[in-house]
């Protein structure tokens, strides 16, 4: 277990783990300018905050702890941006046009997934993860932002809504709809093969 | 019973909350039957699994170019005002 420094020295957090968090920032945002700017406001918090740190995680917890809340802020102010906001007023007629094309007229599959005898093999294979970062960088800004809040901050979805003013409805369609259209993406972008 | 639409919806509910006791056995019965929708059921499982483990499997490699060298200086220049301001 670390113990708290006893100086505070940003110079030093930015030496020993600016790159780690413009790293971190970047994975997320893949915009490096807006990377940049998270670590430079991450540890000017940092700096104002010093006197909170507990010393119960190491610094770069700590940090990385901090630049968490950066994106997340910076994830609810852009999605109040126009750009953003949905292509298709209605996700409810955006998600039926898809299945429409999924589905037949009694809701069969028309070309039904594969089983596969090991996915969580899919984990460990360059290839996968190329497919799949391919397939979330295709989801619509909106659906992105919100399958992101779900998935990888494991926010609730009635702090989306809130956060997005979207309504519950329309949360869940839009979740259903990235993970109907990242299976869909998956499934021609990535050809499962065990023996990989 | 069930169609793979809405098997496929309830699904997907199922990651944000929990099914309603007559939900989960629709689902469950469909599934039993319905080798497509156990297809999907395990790739929506890879979708979540893949996206709790972004940040390990992709991510935050210390082979990745970190931040420019203007950059760091530029942001050491704002801490120190900052210091400054209030020592």
């Known amino acids: ?4 420094s006893p100086h505070c020295d940003p110079a030093a ?15 997320k945002l893949r915009d490096e300018a807006a990377a940049e700017d998270m670590v430079q406001e991450t540890l000017l918090a940092a700096l104002s905050a010093w006197a909170r740190f507990s010393g119960q995680s190491s610094v770069r917890t700590w940090l990385t702890g901090i630049l968490k809340h950066k994106i997340l802020d910076l994830f609810r102010a852009r999605a109040k941006e126009p750009q953003y906001t949905p292509a298709s007023a209605d996700p409810a007629a955006e998600l039926a046009a898809l299945e429409q094309a999924l589905f037949d007229a009694t809701g069969h599959w028309i070309s039904p997934p594969q089983k596969w005898a090991d996915p ?77 | 019973m069930l169609s793979c639409k809405d098997a496929s919806h309830l699904q997907s509910h199922a990651y944000e909350r929990p099914l309603s ?20 059921a395990q790739q929506l499982n890879l979708i979540h699994l893949a996206c709790r483990r972004i940040d390990e499997s992709k991510g935050v490699g210390a082979d990745d170019p970190g931040l420019p060298p203007d950059t760091k200086t530029r942001i050491l220049k704002e801490l120190a005002s900052k210091q400054d301001e209030n020592p």
Request: glycine share 6%; aromatic share 10%.
């Open chain 1, 120 to 196: 969580e093999a899919c984990l460990d294979q360059q290839r996968f993860w190329e497919a799949f970062t391919h397939c979330l960088e295709g989801l619509a800004p909106l659906h992105a932002q919100v399958f992101h809040l779900r998935e990888m901050e494991g926010c609730d979805t009635a702090e989306i809504c809130k956060e997005l003013d979207i309504t519950s409805t329309n949360c869940w369609v839009i979740l259903h709809r990235a993970r109907l259209g990242l299976q869909q993406c998956l499934k021609t972008n990535f050809e499962y093969n065990v023996n990989d």
């Open chain 2, 21 to 40: 006791a007559r939900e989960l056995i629709g689902l469950k019965l469909h599934l039993l039957i319905c080798k497509g929708c156990r297809g999907f």
């Open chain 1, 13 to 27: 957090w930015l030496t020993e783990h600016g790159d780690y968090l413009y790293r971190y920032a970047l994975l």
């Open chain 1, 1 to 4: 277990m670390t113990t708290p």
